[in-house]
T-cell receptor, first 116, second 113 residues
Framework: KAGVTQTPRYLIKTRGQQVTLSCSPISGHRSVSWYQQTPGQGLQFLFEYFSETQRNKGNFPGRFSGRQFSNSRSEMNVSTLELGDSALYLC???????????????FGPGTRLLVL | AQSVTQPDIHITVSEGASLELRCNYSYGATPYLFWYVQSPGQGLQLLLKYFSGDTLVQGIKGFEAEFKRSQSSFNLRKPSVHWSDAAEYFCAVGAQNTDKLIFGTGTRLQVFP
């Protein structure tokens, strides 16, 4: 079974632009979460989607948004990019057999975003 | 609020030596605890997890961790480290009704031959 895939793997943007990152979960997984990883702040939770609904959101500005499609694939968007948005963006998926949460999550390789 | 503390930023061990990486958590209820490993330029790989039951959990690659409620700890151990274990290790805590994980700051493990 294929793992979590993220596209693109690397991205260079300039300040003020917007970017869309894509995540395809493991087949059969219904929950997708996004994390930002930076040297200064570490791994921080962005948001979580289950059955096309945002179930939880981290403490990030409204420039960060996401969505989930009916096939469980997810995208996240960052508008008006800032230098500080440079980071590794990780996507994780889980089976979410129930809506109870705390399932084991499997991470993708990440998208490395550089904002110039 | 949930939080995770990994007191050791960087640990260096010799190949074949034993290893213990520390993790302390703060959570009001029974926590869901995880250890992940990240190699340079890679995503996170799950080593092991604790949801309930036996407090000593076995994971992949010969790792184990012990949940100690009285100490709010979930330390990761390996009896004999291999050079390929060099990586960054993250402890994380989760909760019911969400897949949201709170991660510690990570411990970078360096292994000398």
């Amino acid at each position: 079974k294929a793992g979590v895939t993220q596209t693109p793997r690397y991205l260079i943007k300039t300040r003020g632009q917007q970017v869309t990152l894509s995540c395809s979960p493991i087949s059969g997984h219904r929950s997708v979460s996004w994390y930002q990883q930076t040297p200064g702040q570490g791994l921080q939770f962005l948001f979580e989607y289950f059955s096309e609904t945002q179930r939880n959101k981290g403490n990030f500005p409204g420039r960060f948004s996401g969505r989930q499609f009916s096939n469980s694939r997810s995208e996240m968007n960052v508008s008006t990019l800032e230098l500080g948005d440079s980071a590794l963006y990780l996507c994780a998926s889980s089976l979410a057999l129930t809506s109870g949460g705390a399932e084991t999550q499997y991470f993708g390789p990440g998208t490395r975003l550089l904002v110039l | 609020a949930q939080s995770v503390t990994q007191p050791d930023i960087h640990i260096t061990v010799s190949e074949g030596a034993s290893l213990e990486l520390r993790c302390n958590y703060s959570y009001g209820a029974t926590p869901y605890l995880f250890w992940y490993v990240q190699s340079p330029g890679q995503g996170l790989q799950l080593l092991l997890k604790y949801f309930s039951g036996d407090t000593l959990v076995q994971g992949i690659k010969g790792f184990e961790a012990e949940f100690k409620r009285s100490q709010s700890s979930f330390n990761l151990r390996k009896p004999s480290v291999h050079w390929s274990d060099a990586a960054e290790y993250f402890c994380a805590v989760g909760a019911q009704n969400t897949d949201k994980l709170i991660f510690g700051t990570g411990t970078r493990l360096q292994v000398f031959p």
